[in-house]
């Protein structure tokens, strides 16, 4: 593996890690709520999609502090998005990035609350961000709402939770993954492209990028539920299929799901030829992504 692509991870990483906190610490709330928001925030995890918004800026040549109040916002709604997907309604999950999961430590209904709170306080990162243009501003929060809420995350899920111990079509099981999954990781990528002022032909391209790679995340999570590793994955492997879901590995066979996966991740890094400008640190992500392991 490039050594490139993974010094850039891990450095961007430790500076979303770094700054994260900073948003949080300072707000006036009842100290259980901010220590609930805090300790998930805190659990690890790749920092992907924050990592993206910042790819971005460093693909267009851009200064990448303009991304860091936008990077941890996405980072924010993510995490809520994975506070209540743990929950007993939902779920029902005990660990989470090797942790006890966010009720198992404060309580349903303080995490419920928490990931409100990290719901709403990541809009406040947006708006309130200093270095960023009214204009961009309005343009980030719209396409956030749109990756996130009802025709998106929020929808995906309740799709997924429907769609639960019944067998789906991979056209159902594709709208799934691109509403819960795809659209938000694909909000990191415009909004880092919108961000770095990309030209909008290279944005059309990266919306298309973005869906191609989101689908070939999910797939990859869907592998690693059978053939990955507890203690790498810090969850349990096996849920799907002892929840009953349709998965790619389920409709198209491991190897066809593998299958897939290579081809989603050809067509991403395709449109990448494309673009305005080189982007050989995407093309590096779309090959981690395709072969993580947790
Ligand atoms: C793992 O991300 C998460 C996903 C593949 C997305 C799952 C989507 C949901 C749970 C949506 C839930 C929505 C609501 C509204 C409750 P990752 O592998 O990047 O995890 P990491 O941050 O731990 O690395
Ligand atoms: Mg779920």
């Given at each position: 593996m490039n050594i490139q692509v993974n010094d850039f991870l891990n450095s961007r990483k430790k500076k979303i890690e770094e700054a994260m906190p900073l948003f949080i610490k300072d707000l006036s709330t009842?100290?259980?709520?901010?220590?609930?928001?805090?300790?998930?925030?805190?659990a690890g995890g790749k920092r992907l999609r924050p990592v993206l918004v910042l790819a971005l800026l460093h693909t267009y040549n851009k200064p990448e502090e303009t991304g860091i109040a936008t990077a941890c916002a996405i980072e924010m709604i993510h995490t809520y998005s994975l506070v209540h997907d743990d929950l007993p309604c939902m779920d029902d999950d005990d660990l989470r990035r090797g942790k006890p999961t966010n009720h198992k430590v404060f309580g349903e209904a303080v995490a419920v609350l928490a990931g409100d709170g990290l719901l709403t306080q990541s809009f406040s990162?947006?708006?309130?961000?200093p270095v960023v243009t009214a204009e961009k501003k309005l343009r980030l929060v719209a396409e956030l709402v749109k990756a996130a809420g009802v025709e998106g995350m929020v929808g995906g899920q309740v799709a997924d939770m429907e769609g639960e111990?019944?067998?789906?079509?991979?056209?159902?099981?594709e709208f799934i993954h691109e509403n819960k999954t795809a659209k938000l990781l694909g909000f990191s990528i415009l909004a880092g492209a919108i961000l770095a002022d990309a030209p909008e032909e290279d944005i059309d391209k990266l919306r298309e990028f973005s869906y191609h790679l989101g689908i070939a995340f999910q797939i990859r999570d869907d592998i690693l539920d059978i053939e990955g590793n507890q203690e790498k994955l810090g969850k349990p492997v096996g849920s799907d299929t002892l929840n009953e879901k349709t998965t790619y590995p389920s409709i198209l066979s491991m190897q066809g799901a593998k299958d897939k996966l290579h081809d989603h991740i050809s067509q991403a890094k395709n449109l990448?030829?494309?673009?305005?400008?080189?982007a050989e640190l995407l093309?590096?992500?779309c090959d981690l992504i395709a072969k993580r392991d947790h």
């Open positions: 009842p100290h259980s709520l901010k220590e609930s928001m805090l300790y998930s925030l805190e990162l947006i708006v309130q961000d111990a019944k067998s789906l079509s991979l056209e159902e099981l990448l030829q494309h673009l305005s400008t080189k093309e590096q992500i």
